[in-house]
């Protein structure tokens, strides 16, 4: 069934995400680390006086953001105080506040209109409590993209912010897509659509405001992950009769073949941070493992041995890639990328979980488990389910900024 994937679209599917089930085997256990969480410092709003629709909207937005950025908790009472007024201005908001700690403080202003705009000003102020308090990346303003299945044959492509809100629909094609990624622009996104008929990797703004065709090959042209310099594009193409890995220069469309392996094939690249590497999933050896290639060498080696499916893999600002793992179902894993064997189950909210995807901060993951998406922390808090809405929501990828 795996060799003739170019042929289903149920396949196709399977390549974006997990590969064919397998029987199982005996491995060696995944270390299953349990972790008490990260010191949270508590943040009071309580003086803070937010006023009309958009006032809430903005308070509720930082609340969320900060609690799941990991190192805050909101409380009546905090080490941490934001002080000042929030309220409705022209449709959108404005903003005066004062945020004080351990004898430290930073002042806040914005005007902003729109709802989006409200969102997002509380984003930059969440993101910035992060910096200058926990001295730590944060992810209020990342957004995260994946898609609605509803049926074999039918998906669209949505976005959100990081805390779950603002969910947007993208397509509206009633035709199978799957596999969207981020462009390190953090605007674009990239993605296998049957939209005229035949697997193509198109690119679609963040918006839906445009979209184009990436890659005009016969057969299957799918798996597009955009180097970190935004110059190339790894993907799978079939064009020469076997799913293989190539690279593709974004300017001048020239392409080069990385693998070749007759009797397996190959999905889901990512590019490592360097822009050095690529790690790619292959059932070369008859069961999907993770390797991963030196784009200057073209010289590859396997990384897993541990699981009787290894997929999906992304490789995190951090270093670590995380991956999904099939023991008795789908989990979540994370490892180094120096092939050593050592690597650990984060664990997520039961059931299968898939298609992990790291967020900036190199701390946090989404995933999708059961059908929804959660987002999953290396440091030991519970997974946390991304948003509420009825849907079969797959193939999360997080934005880099």
Not at 1 to 8: E, G, H, Q, Y
Not at 134 to 154: E, H, L, M, P
Not at 374 to 388: A, H, I, K, Q
Request: proline share 6%; glycine share 12%; charged share 20%.
């Amino acid at each position: 069934m795996f060799r003739n994937f170019c042929l289903s679209i149920a396949v196709l599917a399977l390549l974006s995400g997990a590969f064919p089930v397998a029987d199982a085997l005996a491995a060696s256990p995944l270390i299953t680390v349990v972790k008490p969480g990260a010191k949270k410092d508590a943040v009071s709003l309580a003086r803070l006086n937010a006023t009309g629709p958009n006032g809430r909207l903005f308070v509720q937005t930082l609340t969320r953001d900060l609690e799941l950025s990991g190192w805050f908790t909101v409380a009546q009472n905090g080490s941490v105080n934001v002080s000042g007024t929030v309220a409705d201005a022209g449709g959108g908001i404005q903003t005066r506040c004062d945020v004080s700690w351990a004898g430290k403080r930073f002042g806040w202003a914005r005007v902003s209109s729109g709802q989006t705009e409200v969102r997002r000003q509380a984003h930059q102020l969440a993101d910035e409590m992060v910096k200058q308090i926990a001295g730590k990346k944060g992810i209020a303003q990342s957004k995260i993209t994946f898609v609605n299945r509803r049926g074999a044959n039918r998906a669209d492509v949505y976005v959100c912010d990081a805390n779950g809100m603002g969910v947007l629909q993208l397509t509206r094609d009633n035709v199978a897509a799957v596999g969207p990624r981020w462009a390190p622009n953090g605007h674009d996104i990239y993605y296998t659509s049957f939209l005229h008929g035949y697997p193509a990797i198109y690119r679609i703004n963040q918006t839906g405001g445009y979209r184009k065709a990436l890659a005009p090959f016969r057969g299957l042209n799918t798996g597009a992950d955009i180097s970190p310099d935004g110059s190339r594009a790894a993907l799978i193409l079939s064009y020469q009769g076997n799913p293989e890995l190539y690279v593709l220069s974004l300017s001048s469309g020239r392409i080069r073949r990385l693998t070749n392996t007759p009797h397996g094939a190959e999905a889901s690249p990512c590019w490592s941070p360097d822009g050095r590497c690529i790690a790619y999933v292959s059932d070369a050896t008859g069961k999907p493992q993770i390797y991963v290639v030196d784009v200057a060498s073209g010289h590859s080696r396997r990384l897993t041995y541990k699981g009787t499916e290894n997929v999906n893999p992304d490789w995190g600002p951090n270093g670590q890639i995380a991956y999904a793992t099939k023991r008795s179902g789908y989990e979540v894993a994370i490892m180094g990328a120096s092939g050593d064997g050592s690597s650990r189950i984060i664990p997520g909210p039961g059931g299968e979980c898939e298609h992990p995807s790291w967020a900036p901060d190199g701390r946090h993951l989404v995933c999708s488990c059961r059908s929804a998406l959660y987002l999953l922390d290396v440091e030991g808090d519970p997974p946390v389910r991304l948003f509420n809405i009825p849907g079969n929501w797959l193939s999360p990828d997080w934005s880099d900024k």
